[in-house]
T-cell receptor, first 111, second 118 residues
């Protein structure tokens, strides 16, 4: 069964601290996406990871991909309130750019 | 960067009526678009792949006669929810792939359409 699992599903973060959220997937794929969604809004693209060992950083967010472990991580450095959102990972598991999404990591950053 | 628009952004309809949702790629051509639905506080579920000039490809469990997809041009795909029922109430999001300035191939999402069936 095809699965994309994210954890933790909910994470309360303290401002200024570092956190990591995880995305595991069940079948082979060499393309993984991270998106951000604010309440009532659509998805904003954060990262596209295309190969094993890929690491990308943008501001306080850094994403990495380990295709052998079928694991991607999204690391948040010195969390700030503006990073409160739900983060989805998606994997091209089905092929032809058809993506399977995880359930999302809901992040709330508190002062 | 690439922009995908949807119309309407929000629609309320009565049970039994049909609703059409438009998805447009504004600054690029998209031979393939995708339709997703998202229930409150849940993930996105891929419904179908919309192919320009040919029939849509539906995912398992999605009723093709209920969710009619037409990809009439390289910039427009439409999703029609036929004989809508309250359980069809959801957030419908379309997407399309485009090549970024960097050369990376990336998926862009529309702003979504919130459908409420009363």
């Amino acid at each position: 069964e095809l699965k994309v699992e994210q954890n933790p599903l909910f994470l309360s973060m303290q401002e200024g601290k570092n956190y990591t959220i995880y995305c595991n997937y069940s079948t082979t794929s060499d393309r993984l996406y991270w998106y951000r969604q604010d309440p009532g809004k659509s998805l904003e693209s954060l990262f596209v990871l295309l190969s094993n060992g890929a690491v990308k950083q943008e501001g306080r967010l850094m994403a990495s991909l380990d295709t052998k472990a079928r694991l991607s991580t999204l690391h948040i450095t010195a969390a700030v309130h503006d990073l409160s959102a739900t983060y989805f990972c998606a994997v091209d598991i089905y092929g032809n750019n058809r993506l399977a999404f995880g359930k999302g990591n809901q992040v709330v950053v508190i002062p | 960067g690439a922009v995908v628009s949807q119309h309407p952004s929000w629609v309320i309809c009565k049970s039994g009526t049909s609703v059409k949702i438009e998805c447009r790629s504004l600054d690029f051509q998209a031979t393939t678009m995708f339709w997703y639905r998202q229930f409150p506080k849940q993930s996105l579920m891929l419904m179908a792949t919309s192919n320009e000039g040919s029939k849509a490809t539906y995912e398992q469990g999605v009723e093709k006669d209920k969710f009619l997809i037409n990809h009439a041009s390289l910039t427009l795909s439409t999703l029609t929810v036929t004989s809508a029922h309250p359980e069809d109430s959801s957030f419908y999001i379309c997407s399309a792939f485009a090549v970024r300035e960097t050369g990376a191939y990336e998926q862009y999402f529309g702003p979504g359409t919130r459908l409420t069936v009363t």
